[in-house]
């Protein structure tokens, strides 16, 4: 007997599955035995918390998750998205992983380019912190004149 993939779940958590919102009320244990799109409520990102390049593109991937609905359309906004990130980002480690993102999801492997994603939130804080720092630099330099 295959067994299927099992998903705790404590009383108030949330999962979202195929484009449904669930909330189990008391601890559970869920067992999926077949192929569903699901995120756990921690990989969900909220939109007034998509406020970085990186983070935006999650969203819209997640978006394609969560309401499949749109995913046609959601889909051109990624393109849009992932375009204009490549020619933002410098660090090559960032455009790598950016290209591996695309194929994930030209192959349908939107959950896993979500992950991808996720891994580039720490090296994206690090740019954007030393990009506003050296913005200080220049502001306080400038105010030293």
Request: hydrophobic share 40%.
């Amino acid at each position: 007997m295959t067994r299927g993939l099992q998903v705790p779940l404590r009383a108030g958590d949330r999962i979202y599955v195929n484009g449904a919102v669930l909330r189990v009320d008391r601890k559970v244990s869920i067992e999926f035995m077949n192929d569903a799109v699901f995120l756990l409520e921690g990989h969900v990102l909220h939109p007034e918390q998509a406020t970085t390049p990186l983070r935006q593109l999650y969203f819209v991937l997640q978006t394609m998750l969560l309401e499949p609905r749109n995913a046609a359309a959601t889909r051109g906004m990624f393109e849009e998205s992932y375009q204009s990130l490549l020619e933002t980002f410098s660090n090559n480690e960032v455009l790598q992983a950016l290209r591996s993102v695309h194929t994930l999801v030209a192959k349908g492997s939107v959950f896993e380019a979500l992950k991808g994603i996720r891994g580039l939130f720490p090296i994206e804080d690090s740019i954007l912190s030393e990009s506003h720092g050296h913005e200080l630099e220049i502001r306080e330099a400038a105010s030293c004149r």
